[in-house]
């Protein structure tokens, strides 16, 4: 019997988009778009194509019409079935109560900063600070214009990263405070041992 593909991603999105209506691939695009769900999924349109054909060829999506606008390429129009349905429903239960064994850069390198100087370390964290506030204040205005064109429980995920990115903020302030006023000791690097 043949394994079954795991769902990426993008076809999770694409398949909780097809549980609220049915849609063409483009239809799909712009509303991830509007939707700000390029912040959670890496998002483009050729890749969105191939991951809506690679559903209907495992049979979790299917072709209910086809349609023209002018001069524009045909669009075919899909509707999640039973089964996509009930993939999505087991992957997302499956998501939401596992916390996933992920390895982002970030913690290795706060891992390995005792490698630098305190100085520099300094420095990278005020920078990575201004970027990260950036960030958030960037999120917090695009979720109050998202809002404005669809329904809070479409934007939890917005949030969500609104309130992680605040929270390094947060630890990011109060390492840098620490190292400032000297409650976090900080040996420099030991060169040739």
Same mark, same amino acid.
């Given at each position: ?9 993008? !076809?999770?999105?694409?398949?909780? +988009?097809?549980? #609220? ?11 991830? *778009? ?6 959670? *999924?890496? +998002? ?7 991951? *809506? ?25 899909? !509707?999640?079935?039973? !089964?996509?349905? #009930?993939?999505?429903?087991?992957? $997302?239960?499956?998501? +939401? ?12 390198? *706060?891992?390995?900063?005792?490698? +630098? ?5 300094? @420095? ?5 600070? @201004?970027? &990260?506030?950036?960030? &958030?204040?960037?999120?917090? @205005? ?8 669809? &329904?809070?429980?479409?934007?939890? @995920? ?10 390094? !903020? ?13 409650? $976090? ?9």
């Amino acid at each position: 019997m043949a394994r079954e593909r795991a769902l990426t991603p993008l !076809a999770i999105a694409a398949l909780a +988009l097809l549980v #609220e209506r049915d849609m063409h691939p483009y239809e799909m695009f712009t509303t991830m *778009v509007d939707r700000r769900e390029d912040l959670v *999924v890496k +998002l483009r349109a050729g890749s969105l194509y191939h991951a *809506v054909n690679r559903l209907a060829e495992d049979g979790m999506v299917g072709a209910v019409g086809t349609e023209r606008d002018g001069n524009r390429p045909e669009r075919t129009t899909y !509707a999640i079935t039973a !089964a996509g349905r #009930e993939r999505l429903h087991a992957t $997302l239960a499956d998501m +939401l109560a596992r916390p996933a064994e992920e390895y982002p850069a970030f913690p290795l390198a *706060v891992a390995e900063a005792h490698n +630098l100087d305190r100085d520099t370390v300094v @420095d990278l964290l005020r920078t990575r600070l @201004d970027r &990260v506030d950036n960030d &958030v204040r960037a999120m917090r @205005d695009g979720l109050a214009r998202a809002l404005q064109r669809t &329904v809070e429980v479409h934007l939890l @995920d917005i949030d969500y990263l609104i309130a992680m990115r605040a929270a390094e !903020a947060d630890w990011l302030r109060r390492t840098v405070e620490r190292l400032d006023d000297d409650t $976090l000791e900080w040996k420099a690097p030991c060169h040739g041992e």
